[in-house]
């Protein structure tokens, strides 16, 4: 799927400015980004559901949405499962995914394929109400698998279930996604449920695509300080460059990333907290534990590092003790980004 200047308006609110984005076949693509950036809008528009203002929308060489042509959702061989999943009540789980088949012989047949492709088989005679959350969204993936789609667009369908829940059933209906072949868009809120299911994942904000890059790059190169903030925790220092792969900063001297944009006389360093390490001796910063909060697996701890304080995670078996002292040491490369 290819999407080329798309642009979307509500009135006078222009909701997505200008995205171009290319999805190819059998791919997962995760939208991720904050409530209000446009996800759901540009999900719509890839269903069918709504317009396009400007801009193309193509399905291989068809081309789906112009401003000449528009596909109707029905023409699209699309499934779509939206974040309630919008069971309907009165019918049975067979009954819903049966709903979207045409009647023909094998229609049996297929609700039995994608009940046992789901993992719902011996569950086609109960009703909605009688299904956990996890296995009411199996029922919305199966309901949009029967026809056969060669996309699927997945709509936040687990934001309702519990965070850990969430992701695992995210991670065994991709699979199931996978096995089929079938291309893939889903929206989300959560990093870290983007990071693992997708091929490609696009950072939205404001409307617009802010980087679009397999998920490692992503997370470790992000385009901006504002993507890194959207993809997981970020500690962002003040530095200053030396040379085109190297900077300083109150930890020292910082490798930089061959797509770090060269530092300028002052610039700010962007680390994820798990590159930064805590040795009881050694060398490093020196450093001193002013805060401490236990957490099970992992401890938190608040460390003065000259006249700065940051906040680190750090195994509760080797966590230090409140008042230690130790050094700071930084593992891998880094972004940095010219201060504005």
């Keep these: 799927m290819t999407l080329r200047g798309l642009h979307k308006r509500f009135g006078q609110t222009e909701v997505l400015r200008g995205i171009h984005l290319s999805i190819p076949e059998g791919s997962v693509m995760a939208l991720l980004g904050p409530s209000g950036c446009g996800k759901t809008t540009l999900l719509r528009l890839m269903a069918g559901f709504d317009p396009l203002d400007e801009g193309e929308i193509a399905f291989g060489d068809r081309i789906m949405a112009s401003a000449r042509a528009f596909v109707p959702p029905e023409q699209r061989n699309i499934g779509y499962v939206p974040q309630e999943g919008t069971l309907f009540p009165h019918l049975t789980v067979e009954g819903n995914i049966r709903f979207g088949l045409p009647r023909h012989?094998?229609?049996?047949?297929?609700?039995?394929?994608?009940?046992?492709?789901?993992?719902?088989?011996?569950?086609?005679?109960?009703?909605?109400?009688?299904?956990?959350?996890?296995?009411?969204?199996?029922?919305a993936l199966a309901r949009a698998l029967a026809p056969g789609p060669s996309l699927v667009l997945l709509d936040e369908p687990f934001n309702a279930l519990d965070l850990d829940l969430r992701r695992s059933l995210c991670e065994e209906v991709v699979h199931v996604l996978r096995q089929t072949g079938t291309t893939t868009v889903l929206v989300t809120h959560d990093p870290g449920e983007a990071f693992a299911v997708s091929d490609q994942l696009a950072v939205m904000q404001a409307g617009g695509i802010m980087q679009c890059d397999q998920p490692e790059r992503v997370y470790w190169q992000p385009a901006s300080p504002a993507v890194a903030r959207l993809t997981g925790a970020a500690i962002f220092l003040a530095g200053h460059g030396a040379g085109p792969s190297q900077a300083h900063c109150a930890l020292g001297a910082v490798a930089l990333h061959p797509g770090s944009p060269p530092p300028g006389e002052a610039c700010l360093i962007m680390i994820r907290p798990e590159q930064i390490q805590w040795a009881a001796q050694g060398d490093g910063a020196p450093a001193k534990v002013s805060y401490r909060s236990f957490r099970g697996d992992h401890t938190l701890i608040g460390v003065d590092l000259a006249d700065l304080c940051l906040d680190l995670r750090v195994s509760s078996l080797s966590a230090p003790a409140l008042g230690a002292d130790g050094f700071l040491c930084l593992q891998g490369a880094c972004m940095a980004y010219p201060q504005t």
């Design 105 to 139: 012989a094998g229609r049996r047949q297929r609700v039995n394929e994608v009940l046992a492709l789901t993992g719902l088989s011996g569950l086609g005679a109960r009703y909605p109400h009688e299904l956990s959350g996890g296995q009411q969204q199996r029922v």
